[in-house]
């Protein structure tokens, strides 16, 4: 077994330890991928809209930007978070036991979080190598961290709990 044989079968193992591991190893991690890609389009035609449509009357170059950038992060944060629910982690809907708005405050909660970390591995990376592949690497720690918290958080099935008789 060659080095970088060695240094995949490490990081398999090292992943599937992690809570929802198994599964980011598998099919559910690329669905979340492939939301989250289309969410960055959708992102990037609400900002592109709010900004140039929108929002274009508004005289204070700053505030136009930043409407259009809070409208084009809430956007695209609904759009996943919809699609997620229905589609990555569709299959655990029914067996949810919390209602949809305190589902979407927990995705909100770990999506910002991502965003926070990336921003600050970035920062820290780009000691070591240029900024493009600290954030890179970055983003790439940050998904797995967003998934991992919103498979074993925000979409986790909770298990009835006994009754007392």
């Given at each position: 077994m060659n080095g970088g044989e060695r240094v995949k079968r490490f990081i398999v193992r090292a992943v599937s330890r992690l809570p929802g591991g198994?599964?980011?190893l598998k099919q559910r991690f690329v669905k979340f991928g492939t939301v989250g890609f289309s969410g960055t389009l959708v992102n990037l035609a609400v900002l592109y809209i709010a900004q140039e449509f929108?929002?274009?009357g508004l005289e204070n170059a700053s505030l136009q930007f930043n409407l259009s950038l809070a409208t084009a992060i809430f956007i695209s944060t609904l759009h996943n978070f919809i699609w997620n629910?229905?589609?990555t982690?569709?299959?655990r809907k029914s067996r949810i036991r919390k209602h949809v708005s305190v589902q979407f405050m927990q995705y909100c909660a770990a999506c910002w979080l991502s965003i926070?970390?990336?921003?600050?591995?970035?920062?820290?990376?780009k000691q070591y190598m240029h900024y493009m592949l600290a954030n890179i690497l970055a983003i790439a720690i940050t998904a797995v961290l967003n998934y991992v918290i919103n498979h074993s958080w925000t979409f986790k099935v909770r298990k009835q709990g006994r009754k007392s008789l």
């Open positions: 198994s599964w980011l929108l929002y274009r629910r229905a589609w982690w569709g299959d926070a970390l990336q921003f600050v591995f970035t920062n820290v990376f």
